[in-house]
């Protein structure tokens, strides 16, 4: 790939991998002022190509007041190549990765800038509502660790003033943050407290300005409400396991505001999500009005977010949970059952009921819990945090030979 590390300085972009038009050139989004391409490198690996989106409203609306083209793009790119520097000083495995960049003419503009990043996949809440609460969990501690990172950056306390769902992208099943070009570094000068409002559509905070004239933690407690409004609140508690709840739900209120009614929230959020960058509806805003302070900071809530993957990864959230015992089932090693699907939600296999559990014994106790089951296979596949992905069936029909499982069925009733 012909293309520049950060530190080097200039480098011609390869036309194999930047002509738009290139049989493995995709179109993936764009926002005001970039858009963004996939593109399939010879060795197989996608990466996402960013550029100035010469269609795009930034660069548009400055050239029909100013009529100087390559003024604007000048301007555009500067956005970009503020974004570039960023992801380069931020690294951290939450910000996407900057591969590298390079330099081409592109229409009658001289040495257009394009960066290479890692590719991700855009942040979709709707279906994001649709996952397991585990991978919901894996997102929000994702984001968890991406502020504690911002608020303790070499740069010094970052904030991402446009902080919306589509300013990150999903990297196997982790929250990475791609649109820096909003970011500040700068905490608020002020004289007084009357100068730290932190202001929201829902509600506002008013911080203490430091003896030294800066409004204290305002850049940290912004990202904190943000990740609390357009991620927690939907993410963090819904179908979570009962013991759990509790730190959950004191996360949520911590990072934010004190939610009367959970599953109303819920419920309401599929309908707000096609804009995920849309503010909450307003009878969910007027829940949020009741919301208490900021209680806690990055570090409190991330060293919460920790402790719930502990106690999850552990399995120690199961204790005093189990009800296995009360039945019989028979061990058919190395074997699956073909058929005798029934769906279950939220599964991670369309046409069956395939879960994650802890451990046999919680296997047991799912299968105890639906009705239709009546038997389940244990795969050798797991998810991010360990557990063990089942497939729970409505019986054992056809049972055939499979060296990477093990079949149970229920012996007695
Ligand atoms: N690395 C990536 N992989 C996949 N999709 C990406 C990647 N980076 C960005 N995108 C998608 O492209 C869109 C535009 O990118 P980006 O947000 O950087 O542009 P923008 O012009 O700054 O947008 P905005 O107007 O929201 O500030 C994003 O909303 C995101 O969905």
Request: glycine residues 6%; hydrophobic residues 35%.
């Amino acid at each position: 790939m012909h293309s520049g590390q950060t530190t080097s300085m200039h480098m011609a972009c390869d036309p194999l991998l930047t002509r738009s038009d290139s049989r493995d050139s995709r179109y993936v989004g764009s926002g005001y002022t970039k858009a963004v391409y996939r593109v399939r490198l010879p060795g197989g690996a996608a990466v996402a190509l960013k550029a100035v989106d010469f269609s795009g409203h930034d660069l548009g609306s400055c050239v029909r007041e100013f009529g100087a083209r390559r003024g604007c793009y000048r301007l555009a790119a500067h956005k970009l190549l503020k974004e570039m520097v960023l992801l380069e000083r931020l690294r951290h495995p939450n910000v996407l990765q900057l591969y590298g960049y390079c330099y081409q003419d592109s229409e009658d503009i001289p040495d257009t800038l394009t960066t290479i990043t890692e590719l991700g996949a855009p942040v979709e809440m709707i279906q994001l509502l649709q996952t397991s609460w585990e991978d919901r969990f894996r997102i929000c501690l994702s984001l968890g660790r991406l502020l504690h990172h911002l608020a303790h950056s070499p740069l010094g306390s970052v904030t991402l003033l446009d902080f919306r769902p589509r300013q990150f992208v999903l990297v196997d099943g982790e929250l990475k943050v791609t649109d820096l070009d909003d970011a500040r570094v700068e905490e608020s000068p002020c004289t007084s407290s009357a100068d730290c409002i932190l202001e929201f559509p829902a509600r506002n905070f008013t911080l203490l300005c430091s003896a030294q004239g800066w409004c204290e933690g305002m850049n940290e407690k912004r990202n904190l409400y943000n990740a609390y409004r357009f991620f927690f609140t939907y993410l963090l508690p819904h179908s979570a396991p009962p013991s759990l709840r509790p730190l959950l739900d004191s996360i949520v209120n911590a990072t934010a505001s004190l939610l009367s009614s959970p599953p109303v929230i819920w419920a309401q959020a599929p309908e707000e999500k096609s804009g995920e960058e849309r503010e909450p509806r307003q009878s969910a805003i007027a829940t949020l009005r009741s919301a208490g302070e900021l209680a806690w900071g990055v570090d409190e809530t991330l060293a919460q977010l920790e402790k719930v993957l502990h106690l999850y990864r552990s399995g120690q959230y199961l204790q005093n949970s189990t009800t296995s015992g009360s039945a019989e089932y028979q061990r058919l090693p190395d074997s699956t059952i073909a058929q005798d699907d029934y769906r279950c939600w939220p599964s991670y296999h369309h046409g069956g009921c395939l879960l994650s559990v802890f451990n046999l014994a919680e296997a047991v106790d799912v299968c105890e819990s639906h009705a239709q089951c009546r038997a389940f296979v244990v795969t050798n596949q797991t998810t991010w945090t360990g557990r063990q992905l089942v497939f729970f069936k409505t019986g054992w029909s056809q049972v055939v030979p499979d060296p990477n499982k093990t079949t149970y069925v229920r012996a007695s009733s």
